[in-house]
């Protein structure tokens, strides 16, 4: 009967322990989804303000790319 007991025992921490383990994983699934998110947006900021500085340092290619944003044809 201590050894039917015992398993039990065993058996429940056992399973405590994966469920803590699972939420661990879902924890760690969302901060790197959330930082990865973050990298993505750095990354499209950084290339809008690469493409404004391209177009700010030449005056004649910044009034092509106004004229061409204006009428596209």
């Known amino acids: 009967m201590d050894s039917e ?5 065993t058996a429940i ?3 405590l322990a994966v ?4 939420a ?3 924890l760690e699934f969302r901060n790197s989804t ?3 998110e973050a990298e993505r947006i750095e990354s499209l900021v950084q290339g809008m303000s690469d493409v404004n500085s391209i177009i700010l340092s ?4 910044a009034e092509l790319f ?3 944003y204006e009428d596209p044809k």
């Open 66 to 68: 106004y004229k061409a």
């Open 24 to 26: 661990f994983v879902v």
């Open 58 to 61: 030449d005056r004649e290619f």
């Open 34 to 36: 959330r930082a990865f």
């Open 19 to 22: 469920l803590v383990g699972l």
């Open 5 to 9: 007991i015992l398993t039990r025992w």
């Open 13 to 15: 921490i056992t399973n």
